[in-house]
């Protein structure tokens, strides 16, 4: 199930009933943020997943506070946070194998 419109309107501080001609928009941001956690994290988004779900709150607030890819007043297109957040969860691959220990 995916991360409930009404957190996203409280994370936003919308009154209940206010501005309701923002949910398909707020809708659009939402499914995207959650398509990019699962998508950054190399594994299904899970709306039981804390980390992740404030992941997508960030994410959407942040779509919808800044509708251009830059804000002059911030730089980073994904606020750092959402990095922080989601790199326990993150998938590595890094080409990396550790060498087996021989045993004696």
């Known amino acids: ?25 707020l809708e659009h941001y939402k499914s995207t943020a959650e398509e990019w956690v699962a998508a950054y994290c190399g594994i299904p988004f899970d709306d039981t997943d804390k980390l992740m779900v404030q992941a997508v709150l960030l994410l959407t607030a942040h779509s919808y506070e800044n509708r251009e890819p830059i804000a002059f007043s911030n730089p980073y297109m994904v606020p750092l946070s959402v990095h922080e ?20």
């Not at 989601?86 to 080409?95: C, N, Y």
């Open 1 to 25: 199930m995916p991360v409930p419109l009404d957190l996203i309107r409280s994370h936003l501080r919308f009154l209940p009933g206010e501005m309701v001609e923002e949910n398909a928009i």
């Open 85 to 104: 957040l989601l790199s326990p969860r993150k998938e590595r691959v890094t080409g990396y194998v550790a060498p087996v220990e021989e045993s004696e």
